[in-house]
């Protein structure tokens, strides 16, 4: 449980919704959720493999490349994994070239991640990959829906507690 989100601050699910006598865990939401995750993971997979790169490794380099996150903390947090899979994720892509590590100067227990120059020119190949996924993914829903789910998705997570 995320700190600050105790279940009953959250509102809840109408029960109509959630009746366990007619439960299929092959209609559940959350179920559906994380065979569509993973279905677009494997596009990105698919896209990104000729770059050499997996999913962690492609969404890695669009945060630091974003800003949105410049630290191994950030990014276990924002790839919603462990420090030591992150550890490991930037193990193999600074060996690759791609990021460097640098110790904070006030901290020096911070670590600051930095793209390269090889990291930078991969980043501008990666758009048309997330760009082909969502083609590929959301085929067949108008530019509404999937606007609308894409509200829908942030309010999820909103009510894990997660900031983005």
Do not use: W
Not at 27 to 41: D, E, F, M, W
Not at 66 to 80: F, M
Not at 113 to 130: C, K, M, N, Y
Request: proline share 3%; hydrophobic share 40%; glycine share 8%.
């Amino acid at each position: 449980m995320r700190k600050g989100h105790a279940l009953t601050d959250l509102p809840t699910v109408p029960r109509s919704l959630i009746d366990a006598g007619d439960f299929d865990l092959s209609g559940n939401i959350a179920y559906l959720l994380v065979r569509a995750k993973n279905t677009l993971s494997q596009y990105v997979e698919q896209g990104a493999s000729h770059m050499g790169l997996t999913h962690a490794q492609a969404c890695c380099l669009m945060m630091l490349a974003n800003g949105h996150s410049t630290t191994p903390t950030e990014l276990s947090r924002r790839l919603d994994i462990d420090a030591g899979a992150v550890t490991r994720l930037v193990d193999r892509m600074e060996r690759r070239g791609l990021i460097t590590r640098s110790r904070g100067e006030a901290d020096r227990r911070m670590v600051h991640l930095t793209l390269t120059d090889e990291g930078h020119a991969i980043v501008q190949r990666l758009p048309s990959v997330f760009i082909d996924v969502t083609h590929r993914g959301f085929a067949g829903f108008s530019p509404e829906e999937i606007a609308m789910f894409r509200q829908m998705l942030i309010r999820v997570v909103a009510n894990g507690g997660v900031a983005d």
